[in-house]
């Protein structure tokens, strides 16, 4: 039995499998089919935007969703290119000193394999918690910065442009100096396919609803509006021969699956693919296992995010070895799939079998698709990436939070996206040590009438000469030892009359070994001058610990359940100050 369970912990498709149905059955090829529509496009796209052959986008929508439905735990995730992971793709590939015989389709498997692998280790060893080090506001950075880069760049695609890619800034300067050289039309099929498509995602559905159409029908024609631009433009450029006067287009696509794809093993690419993977595969974890957990809290149902590192490490291999690049659970076409009824990853086993049709029916009509059209159908996706919101929301409640986000949307606009993500991180990382450096450390007193101790500067509470409650709020490491010291030395200086110091650790949830000997320090100074010291509200955890040392031993007080137990032992007059007001004060907050 426990062989059963470990055997369906590692294949959840042997859970969801056993109850399958004919009415899931039913919702699955619904959803599939609508997901199908709107995922063909935007494939082509996004392996467009990896600077890859479009069919690569299609390549890469298959083996994934097998391999994600086999082993993946959320029920309407669907796995695919998605656009910042395409771009950090075109990034690594276009940096990176490329070996003989290496070109940059091998690179792309090479990259999606190395991805896949470390997820899967990753999730064999329960890693998932790497992720918790990408800060939400370096993450809404970053994919802020990248949805500006990735518009920015395809718009020369929608001019008809031969612009070398480049940061933001001098993506920027060479538009505005070549746009002068515009193809006419191609601009016309570009700006005409923003236009629709904007018009599409904003008006269309609720125009088609107002009009008498059912809802579910206006949703489906909303979602297959890039396929209406695509047979449209493709159809133009094949009837006015608009390849001839400089439209450019896709050309031949391959019909058919790829044969078996080999990555390269040479050490000098793997070892300049070790970080831009690592990256893409904790970034791709992050986006990925939010849309997961958010679909999933919809239905009361439960993912597992160890086992989703290993789905989505299984993908990435699974696309490798099919001439793909890095997938990742998309948000767009995860909500749709959800939002189309989908109940099972059998969704995506259908989608997965219709684009594998696809790739060998309908790629011979793709060979007149405009680039601007593909460009159009990025540009369309990608704005909804840029969340201004996020900035002021983030702005308003922490400027340490803020000069995180604004370094990594600088950084990745003008120097790339690993730099990027780089920054964040250790500008994230550097912030957060200096701010526990120098915790919040509050004096605090009892609230009259109450067994409730607070901050003397907000409330009005009682206080004694004879006892000084210190309340850190913030756990006691390296960092902050040595500022709690002197903060307990500062305070013990200004009241002589002192014959307690309590020090109340409610807010206290780990000591290390530094914080220990900052106590011990302060415990043998303290009685040096005369004054006991004391603990109070220690939490099990951390007294396990201090209770394995020869500390307690030592602390020249006691340590207390509660601070009203402590402040009933060491000055009962406080809580009763009515019987005899010697030595106590009320202080008014302020």
């Known amino acids: 039995m426990p ?13 969801w499998g056993r109850t399958y149905n004919r009415h899931d059955a039913a919702n699955d090829m619904t959803a599939a089919v609508i997901v199908t529509v709107m995922l063909i496009p935007q494939s082509l796209a996004y392996a467009m935007l990896a600077g890859l052959p479009p069919e690569v986008g299609l390549y890469a929508s298959i083996l994934p969703l097998i391999a994600y439905a086999v082993f993946g735990t959320s029920r309407a995730l669907a796995v695919g290119p998605v656009a910042v992971i395409s771009l950090m793709t075109a990034s690594t590939i276009g940096a990176a000193q490329l070996p003989e015989g290496v070109n940059a389709l091998m690179a792309a498997v090479t990259l999606a394999v190395m991805s896949g692998l470390m997820l899967l280790a990753m999730g064999i060893f329960r890693l998932g918690f790497l992720a918790s080090f990408l800060s939400h506001p370096v993450i809404s950075g970053f994919i802020t910065a990248s949805g500006i880069l990735i518009a920015l760049g395809q718009v020369r695609h929608i001019l008809g442009l031969q612009i070398p890619s480049g940061n933001a800034v001098q993506t920027a300067i060479a538009i505005v100096r070549s746009v002068a050289d515009s193809n006419l039309s191609t601009v016309l099929i570009g700006i005409g396919s923003l236009i629709f498509l904007f018009w599409v995602r904003m008006s269309m559905g609720s125009l088609l609803v107002r009009l008498g159409m059912a809802r579910v029908w206006a949703s489906f024609l909303t979602k297959a509006g890039p396929v209406l631009v695509v047979i449209v433009t ?36 793997v070892v300049q693919f070790l970080v831009p993977a690592l990256l893409i595969s904790v970034i791709g974890f992050v986006e990925s296992v939010s849309v997961a957990q958010t679909l999933a809290a919809k239905r009361r149902q439960r993912i597992v995010p160890d086992q989703e590192l290993i789905a989505l490490g299984a993908s990435n291999i699974a696309a490798g070895f099919s001439g793909g690049y890095p997938v990742t659970g998309g948000f767009a076409r995860s909500v749709v799939n959800f939002d189309a009824g989908a109940q ?55 400027k340490r939070d803020f000069s995180a986000m604004m370094a990594t949307i600088a950084v990745t606009l003008l120097f790339g996206v690993e730099p990027g993500v780089i920054s964040g991180v250790l ?15 509050a004096v605090v007193g009892l609230v009259p009438g109450t067994e409730h101790f607070r901050n003397i500067h907000r409330h009005q509470v009682l206080t004694g000469t004879r006892v000084l ?29 002192l014959a307690h110091v309590i020090l109340m650790c409610p807010a206290i949830n780990e000591i290390d070994a530094s914080g220990l000997e900052s106590l011990e320090d302060i415990n043998l100074r303290l009685r040096d001058a005369g004054v006991k010291f004391h ?5 099990g955890p951390v007294m396990d ?36 007001g010697d030595g106590i004060a009320t202080v008014e907050a302020g």
Request: charged share 15%.
């Open 234 to 269: 493709t159809w133009l450029v094949w009837q006015f021969d608009l390849a001839a006067v400089g439209v450019r287009i896709v050309g031949d696509v391959p019909v058919g699956f790829p044969g078996l794809s080999i990555p390269s093993f040479d050490p000098e690419l």
């Open 427 to 441: 500008l994230s990382i550097i912030l957060h040590l200096h701010h526990t450096s120098r915790p919040h450390i």
């Open 344 to 398: 099972t990853p059998a969704a995506g086993l259908i989608t997965a079998i219709a684009i594998g049709a696809a790739t060998f029916f309908l790629t011979p009509l793709l060979y007149f698709l405009p680039h601007a059209t593909l460009a159009a159908t990025i540009i369309v996706a990608v704005l909804s990436l840029v969340d201004i919101a996020a900035i002021r929301r983030v702005w308003v409640y922490s």
């Open 469 to 497: 409650t210190v309340r850190p709020d913030e756990s006691l490491y390296f960092a902050n030892s040595r500022y709690l010291e002197d903060r307990i030395y500062d305070l013990v200086a200004k009241n002589p009359g």
């Open 3 to 15: 062989n059963v369970k470990r055997l369906h912990r590692y294949f959840p498709i042997l859970d």
């Open 535 to 539: 603990l109070s509200e220690v939490k």
């Open 545 to 580: 610990r201090l209770a394995r040392t020869a500390f307690l031993s030592h602390l020249s007080g006691q340590v207390f359940l509660s601070q009203y137990a402590a402040i009933a032992a060491l000055d009962p007059m406080i809580i009763n100050p009515d019987q005899d």
